[in-house]
């Protein structure tokens, strides 16, 4: 089936059975070798190609005397197709690699199979069943750019990329300059070139794409591959790989493997590198600090500790979620827009990942994923709505618009609106059970203490944690600083331009009518289902109050604000005694471009002087990289969003400080970066 609608023109692959095995009519060619049984055939062509030319199961056993610092090997895939490369990988890596090593398995599609057609396919594949369940309970809705899921706890992540192969693997990039393209970080160790015969879909057998593998790259990347045409050979022996024919399987008589030797380009810089460490820290102990046990805190906590990072929060509560993340009830907020561009890409990366990660703590019973409903509370609205609608036509498990007799079946009340916005794979959560379920979990220690200054030892390599008394109370080569806008409180962050910004939630005692609302409800402002007898309903946006009592001019606000989403709701919650209503107050940290700030922190005096030149030309190709602070980062800026953008954000700050190829694009990771603010003053002269 060709999608109509998909943002970046994806299309699903169209699939026939032909001799036991699933062919793409698009391409005229089929996904493995056909013939059954599936074991002696489909199987064994992958097994025999992929692992074995690139010797994997030898590579995999002798990691236990490997001491590398991240503990983790990379496969890097052109044409995910069925899953079965990854699925066959997936197996053997289980079975030989030890436990403490992680595999990421990173792979694109241009035109994915529905996931009907996929189970279909993996129906017969019962050597990979659970492997197989985890790949398709996580299977991610066809909208463009890298999903990231998680499979065998932890063990192995997939990242997979809808799109065109040579783009996204660019993006994933350090750097555009193919030079640069893995610098710091963890170069591919193995290749499956595989998709379609070149023939058959040229286009990803291009010699730019091999360029693009090569910057990747590094001494002892293998490669492996089933055909052996001559433009590949000669394209793959171009860009710095020793190429070997070997026999091929079935009847085909010959394929490739090999090894990266040298890359072969042109070391002249086209761009400016301001996000690149000029003196990057090697780690010589796997001991993080993080700073605030709220959302961001905690979902870093349980990033770093599944790469096997020693982690201890330190928190001046004796508890977790103590202020931003300590409401009863928080909605994963969709935010979609009829628009592409970087923030609307970002919220959507983020809802998707939030929608799976959070899951398992639904199903444990925290919270409830009862689905989001969105409606409109003006004509622009209903125009966005029915341009979003479009946008997303073919992706129903992410959004679906309905009309007036679906918001009251979804919602089980009766509502005016016409139409909406369903997002069934939302919902809320207790962020503060949330917290407290991650460091349980995966016994990450909590320490209480009031942290008012930060120092490195330059002689020890470590940040020093000081309290008011100016003794140091805790040191660790690796900081994480999550206390939201308290970090503008240490010099080393007090550049970043946050705000803080106070919100109020109303709670409202429970009625005969209430409690039979099903879906959160969202406009302008939201409303939760029932939970121990109480709804959540907010929450105001209050600039300059700087006090958590709780107010009634903000309850009334929060009343008068979620009856204009919908007159329905007014009748439903009925006449309300604003002093007797309880809530909770606190304060979000913001930042001016409503994205979350996540990276490594500046060296803010030496940044300044390098990129001095942008006040004068702010597009001045300037070959000096950045400096930053060693072993510093940073997550906060989340906003209103902590509960949609966190499980994005952990995930891409621990691949950060682990070296490891990110789960994002490098413009989205860009404009996340703590260093953008000095770079948009210095283009503006400001400083």
Known sequence: MVSKNNPSNLQTATIEWRNGAPYCTDFGDYYYHSGEPFEENGLKETQYLFLQHNNLESRWQDLADNNAENKLFVIGETGFGTGLNFLAACDLWLKTAPDNWRLQFITTELRPIGKTDLESIHQSWSIFSDLSAQLLDQYPEFTPGVHSLSLAQGRIQLLLMFGEANQLFKQVAESADPCLANYHKKSVDAWFLDGFAPTKNPELWRDEIFHTLASLSSKNTSFATFTSATQVRKGLANVGFQVSKVDGFGTKRESLKGQFTAFKHNDTINSTHWHLDCAPNSKKTRQVLILGAGIAGCTTAKALAERGFEVTIVDRHQSVAQEGSGNLQAVVYPKLSRQHDILPRINLTSMIRASRYYKTYWDNGLGDQCGVLLLPESPDDQINFAQIAQRYSDCDNLVVPVDNKEINTLSGLDFDAEQGLFFPQLGWLPPRLVCQKILSDTNIPLVTANITSLDHCTETNQWLLQTESGQPTLCAETLVIANAYECRSFSQTEFLSVDQLRGQVTHLPSNPKTEQLKTVICGKSYIAPVANGLLSCGATYNKNVFSTELRAQDHNANLSSISKVDKGIGKILGSTDIEMLDGRANYRCTTRDYL??????????????????????????????????????????LGSRGLSYAP????????????????????????????????????????
């Not at 300044?608 to 800026?637: V, W």
């Not at 990110?662 to 283009?683: V, Y």
């Open 596 to 637: 979350p700030i996540v990276g490594p922190v500046p060296n803010v005096e030496k940044f300044k002087q390098q990129f001095r030149t942008m006040h004068h030309r702010g597009t001045a190709k300037i070959e000096d990289f950045g400096s930053y602070l060693p072993n510093l980062f940073i997550h906060c800026g």
């Open 648 to 687: 994005l954000t952990s995930e891409l700050l621990a691949a950060q400080i682990n070296g490891e190829i990110p789960p994002l694009e490098r413009e989205l990771r860009l404009a996340m970066h703590p260093a953008r603010f000095l770079i948009r003053d210095l283009k503006r002269r400001k400083i």
